[in-house]
């Protein structure tokens, strides 16, 4: 039963490029929420989102960042025109309905340059 | 506004002692509280975690310890060893498919 998938892990992008991370969630799962951990610092809630729909985006910024999760395929983060202070791991984790647990997957390390 | 707030931010622990982490929090609607488990280079991991209607739960090695009056938790790690050495996080939510908010991590190191 493989567990919540990240693509790619690293990624570098120069300032003003757009980046897209993925998420797989676990099988049989059908939330997503998205953190963005900062170095030496805890995760901060960014969205979370069900099938084809944002549930809640209150921890994510109103520009340059989207999300969506469609009816198949994996959940997407979108940075557009990304700058330095966008440099963190993004971590996405999964449950399955009407539960508190919430899995991690490993997490996508960006980095602007 | 600091929801969750954890210390020490960093404990070093003798092999075989025990290892306390504490977390107190603000919103009482809170009613879920995990820890997590988090090593350099990956994603955190779920370790335990506790409802506000017990005082107690202990799984192994690893106890969480829940104050309701006080609003306070806080994680015992018993007989601690060097593979125990990562970064923890407490954390709460308020209900089933809620967001999860961190306190700031504790960076544990076991001494060999």
């Known amino acids: 039963n493989a567990g919540v998938m990240q693509n790619p892990r690293h990624l570098v992008r120069r300032r003003g490029q757009e980046a897209r991370l993925r998420c797989s969630p676990m099988k049989g799962h059908s939330h997503v929420y998205w953190y963005r951990q900062l170095p030496e610092e805890g995760l901060k809630f960014m969205v979370y989102l069900q099938k084809e729909n944002i549930i809640d985006e209150s921890g994510m910024p109103k520009e340059r960042f989207s999300a969506e999760f469609p009816k198949e395929g994996p959940s997407i983060l979108r940075i557009q025109q990304v700058v330095r202070g966008d440099s963190a791991a993004y971590f996405c984790?999964?449950?399955?309905?009407?539960?508190?647990?919430?899995?991690f997957g490993p997490g996508t390390r960006l980095t602007v340059t | 506004q600091q929801q969750v707030k954890q210390s020490p931010q960093s404990l070093i622990v003798q092999k075989g002692g025990i290892s306390i982490i504490n977390c107190a929090y603000e919103?009482?609607?809170?009613?879920?509280f995990p820890w997590y488990q988090q090593f350099p280079g990956k994603g955190p991991a779920l370790l335990i975690a506790?409802?506000?209607?017990?005082s107690e739960k202990k799984e192994g090695r690893f106890t969480i310890s829940f104050n309701k009056s006080a609003k306070q938790f806080s994680l015992h790690i018993m007989d601690s060893q060097p593979g125990d050495s990562a970064t923890y996080f407490c954390a709460a939510s308020r209900n089933r498919d809620d967001k999860i908010i961190f306190g700031k991590g504790t960076r544990l190191h076991i001494l060999p």
């Open positions: 984790a999964s449950s399955p309905p009407n539960r508190e647990e919430q899995y």
């Open positions: 506790i409802r506000p209607d017990v």
């Open positions: 919103n009482t609607a809170f009613d879920y």
